[in-house]
Each structure stands twice: as C-alpha cells, then as structure tokens.
C-alpha cells in the first residue's frame, strides 16, 4: 500500500471511501486533454471557422470524442479530490462525495452546485486565497456552455458554434480551467498528513 492510499485519522473507521489518493495523476491527464481541446479551438479559429476542415464531417467525430474525453478526466479528477477533501476536514462539507459527479448533471443546480463543491474542496487544503480564480473559471464556462446554448437558441435562432467568439471563449475556459486544476490539486498534501493513524 503506498502512502496516498492509507487510511486518515476519524475516516479510518469509515472504510476503504475515505482513503486518501493522490489526485496529481488524474490532474495531469485532465490538464492534458483539456489543453489539446484548447488547441483544438485555437486551430479552429485560425483555419477559418465554421469552414475549418477541423469541423468537417471528419473531425466533427474527433472533437466530440476529445470533449467527451474531458469531460471524463475532469470528472474522475474531480470526484479524487472531494474524496480526499473529506479526509482532510471529514464531516464539515454540505454535499456528498457523489456529488462531485451526480451535480453536472443536475437540472438548474449544475448552474452553481459544482461551484460550491469546487470551494469546499479548494477551503479543505487551506484558506482559499485564489476563490477569484474559481469564480472566474466559473464565470467564462458558464458563458461556454449553458449560457451560450441559451444565447444560439433563443437569440440567434441557430446551432452553429463554430464561430471565434464562440472557439474564443473555449480557450479562455480551458485556460482557467487548468488553472483551477493546478491551484486545487497542490492545495492537497502529497504525503502522509499529520493526523494519520490517529482514531
């Protein structure tokens, strides 16, 4: 058993959920894909657009797995550090570690829930002094994602988000969105805490 996988503290009589696991591995693979799809987006913008090639029949199928992809990594990156956020301040955190998955997809919660979450599992490493950073991360996917369905659909009455505004804002989420990754990740002990093996 390596030392990321030890049971902590009060957690160690609830069970294997509660072991603290290293999240810089699932961190990398997520920074990674999301950087790719940042890339993806600027070549998008430079190659033209709704006629870039890259949105073509052949790569509409690329981008929408790489997405996915992100999606994934993020989420499985995300749910390790709220596991590990309740072994650091066990008991103190208003939503479950399920929660960490189950809010994306919450109706109208996913507007904030995941938010909320995201600063309890930064708050859990140490005072929050980058809270601006998550809100600003927030802010811009908020504008990637739901708001700017909302914006094609009920303003401009069309589909088409291969335009730079739309790419453009991508690259702003995925930069932040690295960010937030790198600060949440080092704000979590890579080693032995001071409280383990205590019951």
């Known amino acids: 058993m390596d030392r990321y996988n030890m049971l902590v503290g009060p957690a160690a009589i609830r069970g294997p959920r509660y072991r603290f696991r290293n999240p810089a591995g699932p961190a990398v693979v997520a920074q990674s894909l999301i950087a790719t799809s940042a890339l993806a987006d600027i070549g998008i913008i430079v190659s033209g657009g709704s006629d870039s090639p890259w949105v073509g029949d052949d790569g509409l199928p690329l981008l929408g797995l790489l997405q996915i992809a992100c999606w994934i990594s993020f989420l499985v990156w995300f749910h390790r550090c709220r596991c590990n956020a309740e072994v650091l301040v066990p008991g103190t955190h208003k939503y479950a570690p399920g929660f960490a998955v189950g809010a994306w997809a919450i109706p109208l919660a996913m507007w904030w829930l995941p938010r909320r979450i995201t600063l309890d599992i ?5 005072p929050p002094v980058d809270v601006w950073l998550i809100n600003a991360w927030w802010f811009v996917w908020l504008c990637d994602g739901p708001l700017s369905v909302a914006v094609h659909l009920l303003l401009l009455h069309q589909t088409d988000y291969h335009n730079p505004v739309d790419h453009g804002i991508g690259v702003v989420s995925s930069v932040l969105a690295i960010a937030v990754i790198r600060r949440v990740t080092a704000g979590q ?8 093996n205590m019951t």
């Open 189 to 196: 002990p890579a080693g032995p805490l001071p409280y383990f």
């Open 122 to 126: 930064r708050r859990a490493g140490g």
